[in-house]
């Protein structure tokens, strides 16, 4: 066996290293490496903040903790469980228990409890996954309802529009607009932090929301997952890439608001102060309440309203409309729901698609599909489309 101390071992080395493509890919291991270290020790430095809570729950998909003031949810991947959810909307299936549950749950929760004014999404180790179930949580914290992004090669974007129905009830309607949360929203995000736990710090920081911890890992890209003849599942990167409100690709990591990671001398990372409630309070403090200076609309969170949902009823639900600048598409898209291009739907009991209204000047195709997409992290997302033309969808 070669000895790594070899001078052939060396040799060898230098060789790899004066050849680009392989030199790229150590220069890969070496990034890789410092990101599964990122990983890793925002985990560990979490786990060592709970025990510091008030009050910890740990759940399949997710742990929330509570001190003080602040709340933090934390979870490891955006996932789901499309084919319950789907279960659920369209053939009166029981509502799953995944990390969307979990989500909707603890946010409620929070904001129902006066002494709560900060709720903090943990991304520190988190790998990406579901955008269906980013695209929920980004409009209950932000009422977000569009992610643009670019196609191909070239600067042609699109911007995917979307309806959320926050208290999953299965329809979009007034009480979704309703459903207010008085807390202040924070994200921690480490190098770890990839493809959906990059892309939701990006539309945080478009949205106002402060980030905390290191600058997020990168990935842009929207993801396939295909299948070999012999049954051999793997990922492959598509055309489309997610990008800021600028439009500037987001593939190289988004810098946080706050960027408190320690290096210390031997060069390894110390996230005590990311994960350490007391600092989190203070961070919050002092970043909306320079933003309530130079902006009198926006006041930090003092007092909790409690919002009457039932805890029992938990489901993620997107409609998404994509503006080209030639031809415009509404799409609805749901991760595991219904999903309409008018502002309120119900559903069916024989499992079909519900029906839709125009409420636009022009007239829209009457054909509305049902199909399967896989967009980042190779997550599976229920759509419905409906087509429409520019002047319906007010683009002259």
């Known amino acids: 066996m070669i000895s790594e101390e070899s001078d052939f071992t060396a040799k060898v080395a230098e060789v790899f290293a004066s050849i680009s493509g392989l030199k790229d890919a150590m220069n890969y291991r070496a990034i890789n490496a410092n990101s599964e270290y990122s990983g890793n020790s925002a985990y560990t430095a979490l786990i060592k903040m709970c025990e510091t809570a008030d009050t ?4 399949n998909n997710s742990i929330y903790a509570v001190k003080g003031d602040t709340a933090v949810f934390s979870f490891l991947m955006f996932n789901d469980e499309s084919d319950k959810w789907s279960s659920y909307y369209y053939e009166n299936g029981e509502m799953p228990q995944d990390l969307i549950t979990e989500f909707y749950n603890c946010v409620t929760k929070a904001n129902a409890d006066p002494a709560i004014k900060n709720f903090v999404i943990d991304l520190g180790a988190n790998f990406g996954g579901s955008a269906a179930v980013l695209e929920y949580m980004m409009g209950i914290i932000s009422d977000l309802d569009n992610i643009t992004i670019i196609l191909g090669n070239g600067d042609k974007s699109v911007t995917e529009q979307y309806l959320v129905d926050k208290n999953l009830d299965k329809s979009y309607d007034e009480k979704d607009k309703a459903m207010k949360l008085d807390l202040n929203f924070g994200i921690i995000t480490s190098n770890y932090s990839f493809s959906c736990a990059n892309l939701m710090p990006a539309l945080a920081k478009d949205a106002g929301i402060m980030l905390v911890g290191e600058k997020s890992g990168g990935g842009t890209c929207a993801t396939n997952r295909y299948v070999t003849p012999d049954g051999l599942v793997y990922a492959l990167s598509t055309g489309q890439k997610f ?22 001398d031997d060069g390894t990372k110390d996230y005590s102060e990311v994960y ?10 002092d970043f909306y309440g320079k933003k309530a200076e130079t902006d009198p609309s926006v006041t930090t969170t003092t007092t909790s309203t409690t919002t009457t949902t039932s805890t029992t009823t938990t489901t993620t639900t997107t409609s998404s409309s994509s503006t080209t600048t030639s031809e415009t598409t509404t799409v609805s898209s749901t991760s595991s729901s219904s999903a309409s291009t008018s502002g309120s739907t119900t559903t069916n009991a024989n499992g079909t698609l519900p029906s839709t209204g125009n409420n636009s000047a022009g007239t829209a195709a009457a054909a509305a599909c049902a199909a399967i997409i896989t967009i980042a992290g190779g997550a599976l997302i229920f759509i419905s489309r409906r087509s429409r033309n520019k002047e319906d969808n007010g683009i002259s």
């Open 56 to 59: 910890y729950e740990e759940f």
């Open 276 to 285: 350490n409630f007391s600092k989190l309070s203070s961070l919050f403090s």
């Open 243 to 264: 990008v800021d409100k600028a439009g500037t690709p987001i593939d190289n990591g988004i810098q946080p608001d706050y960027d408190i990671v320690k290096i210390n």
